[in-house]
């Protein structure tokens, strides 16, 4: 079963991440770390990347400057675009790559997250789309905390990021993580125990001849 867990900033969807696989032994698929890795010299992205941004792009230990780039791309759209035309694709085939040779294996859970799940179409090769959500004041509370955000990066990051409506009119399933662990964990269980993959669920439903 492939689950695509998505949600906004500061939502908690990596606690969730680490429940899944310390306690029903999922395959996590982290898009951010996966396209962070393919932009590492000698991986997929790195030449390509290069070639768009220049070797100002690159600095002396010959990694990619990510500052450097996120200033770019923050200021010039096509940029931006020319960027994830290479990332996107990349990191797509990366995943259908571990899909494959874990479906091999017979493992029971995989997860894909990525705050733009939806956006890069991630949810056509999913079973499920998870919707993490927190109200804003606890969002804000945990990147204080997590991250040492200014109350002026937390409404710049948040105001960036998809409504609320959006990933509730998405989701199939939505996990309320405002409260407490194991509040978020008995929800996880309950989901669980009944899920199954669509295409179990499609024989299922198909009538007998």
Known sequence: MIIG???GVG???SEVLRFLHDEFHAVILEMDAIGKKLMEPGEACYDRICDLFGNEAVKEDGTLDRPYIANI???EPDKLEALNSIVHPAVREYCDCVIRETQNQEKAL???ESAILLDAGYDTVCDEVWYIYADEKTRARRLRISRG???ERIRAVMSSQKSEEFFREHADFVLENSGSLEEM???IRERLADAKPKS???AEERPET
């Open 185 to 187: 964990k008995q929800q």
């Open 11 to 13: 939502a908690g969807k």
């Open 5 to 7: 867990v998505t949600g």
């Open 149 to 151: 955000y200014s109350d």
């Open 200 to 202: 179990i669920e499609e």
């Open 73 to 75: 791309v923050f200021h």
């Open 110 to 112: 995989i997860i894909l």
